[in-house]
C-alpha cells in the first residue's frame, strides 16, 4: 500500500517539474528565435527562415552532391513527410524542394498571416515542425 507521504512525495515533484519544463521549453525557444531573428525585431520572417535553412541544408549534405537524401534528412522529416515534399520521387529533396516545404511550414506556423512567426507561433505544432528544419 502506497503510503500518504510518498503520494505527497510524488505530488510535489510532479508539481516542480509541471513548473519547471514550460519554463525550459521557453527559454530554448527564445534562444532559437534569437540566433534566426537575424534583423532583431523579435519575431521569424520567411527571408530569416530560409536563410537559416539554406545554411541547414549546406550543413545536412555531407555528400555535397546538392541534395539532400533521407539519410541525410533523417530526424528532421518522416518517410511520408519526405515523400510529400519530393514531388518528383527522384528521392532527394533539391535546395528549392527543401526552401519550398520551409515556406509550406512557415505559412502553416502563421495562421494570422502577418508575415513574421512571434514565440507563441513559434512554439505552436506548426512551429516546432518548422524549427525542425531550420536547425
Ligand atoms: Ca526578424
Ligand atoms: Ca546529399
Ligand atoms: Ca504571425
Same mark, same amino acid.
Given at each position: 500500500?502506497? &503510503?500518504?507521504? &510518498?503520494?505527497?512525495?510524488? +505530488?510535489?515533484?510532479?508539481?516542480?517539474?509541471?513548473?519547471? &519544463?514550460?519554463?525550459? @521549453?521557453? &527559454?530554448?525557444?527564445?534562444?532559437?528565435?534569437?540566433? $534566426?531573428?537575424? !534583423?532583431?525585431?523579435?519575431?521569424?520572417? =520567411? #527571408?530569416?527562415? *530560409?536563410?537559416?535553412?539554406? #545554411?541547414?541544408?549546406?550543413?545536412? !549534405? /555531407?555528400?555535397?552532391?546538392?541534395?539532400?537524401? *533521407?539519410?541525410?534528412? /533523417?530526424? /528532421? =522529416?518522416?518517410?511520408?513527410? +519526405?515523400? @510529400?515534399?519530393?514531388? !518528383?520521387?527522384?528521392?532527394?529533396?533539391?535546395?528549392?524542394?527543401?526552401?519550398?516545404?520551409?515556406?509550406?511550414? +512557415?505559412?502553416?506556423?502563421?495562421?494570422? *498571416?502577418?508575415?513574421?512567426?512571434? @514565440? *507563441?507561433?513559434?512554439?505552436?505544432?506548426?512551429?516546432? @515542425? $518548422?524549427? /525542425? =528544419?531550420?536547425?
Amino acid at each position: 500500500m502506497i &503510503s500518504r507521504r &510518498s503520494v505527497l512525495q510524488t +505530488f510535489t515533484v510532479a508539481t516542480l517539474c509541471g513548473t519547471a &519544463s514550460p519554463v525550459l @521549453a521557453a &527559454s530554448r525557444l527564445t534562444d532559437a528565435v534569437r540566433m $534566426l531573428d537575424t !534583423d532583431n525585431d523579435g519575431t521569424l520572417d =520567411l #527571408a530569416e527562415a *530560409k536563410k537559416a535553412a539554406s #545554411a541547414v541544408f549546406a550543413r545536412l !549534405d /555531407r555528400d555535397h552532391d546538392g541534395t539532400l537524401d *533521407k539519410r541525410e534528412l /533523417r530526424g /528532421r =522529416l518522416s518517410e511520408r513527410e +519526405f515523400d @510529400a515534399a519530393d514531388p !518528383d520521387h527522384d528521392g532527394t529533396l533539391t535546395m528549392e524542394e527543401y526552401l519550398g516545404l520551409v515556406e509550406q511550414r +512557415f505559412n502553416a506556423a502563421n495562421p494570422d *498571416k502577418d508575415g513574421t512567426l512571434d @514565440a *507563441k507561433e513559434l512554439n505552436s505544432r506548426a512551429g516546432r @515542425a $518548422l524549427l /525542425r =528544419l531550420l536547425k
